[in-house]
């Protein structure tokens, strides 16, 4: 079984259909121990679940391999303690230096994620479709904005339109 959900979540299907499945006597193989849970606390609770059901773990990037048996031993219990704490470390340090860059970056005038589309392109898109003329695609060809950007806007104005009747405004399509 095979799972690349990626971040912090809950709810993870892959995990819960594993769960579903197991059996005793299977053994586990993963990557890493962050590729199974992200707190430390977690893991420790799901592999002592699967000590219980008689599952052995296996873990490639850390070289840990624990049977059935070694997991509900006192030094099976410390070395997963160690290593998961390990692999906690890790994760947060990553997501710290994660924001301590993204903080540098600001502050020398740079922003994430993608441009922001060109005003004026908007306004034409906006013409465009509001003329009845072109199709969506058309528009968007002619343009270079993107549909999503389009109905984004148009939402938006939309929105901005029922405001400003219910206030008691004026409202000036374009």
């Known amino acids: 079984m095979s799972t690349s959900t990626p971040g912090p979540r809950v709810d993870r299907p892959a995990l819960r259909e594993l769960q579903r499945v197991l059996r005793a006597g299977d053994k586990i193989v993963v990557e890493s121990l962050n590729r199974v849970s992200r707190k430390s606390v977690d893991l420790v609770a799901l592999l002592e679940d699967w000590h219980g059901r008689g599952i ?27 290593f998961a704490a390990m692999a906690q470390f890790e994760r947060d340090n990553l997501v710290e230096r994660t924001l301590e860059g993204l903080a540098a970056a600001r502050e020398r005038g740079r922003v994430g994620g993608r ?60």
């Open 56 to 82: 052995s773990f296996e873990s490639d990037k850390e070289h840990l391999s624990i049977g059935a048996a070694e997991m509900g031993t006192a030094l099976g219990k410390l070395q997963l303690a160690i």
């Open 115 to 174: 441009p922001r589309s060109d005003e004026k392109a908007v306004q034409k898109a906006i013409r465009l479709y509001s003329a009845g003329t072109h199709s969506v695609r058309e528009v968007c060809q002619l343009t270079k904005v993107s549909k999503s950007v389009l109905y984004r806007e148009l939402k938006l104005r939309r929105e901005a339109a029922q405001t400003e009747g219910e206030s008691g405004g004026t409202v000036s399509e374009e």
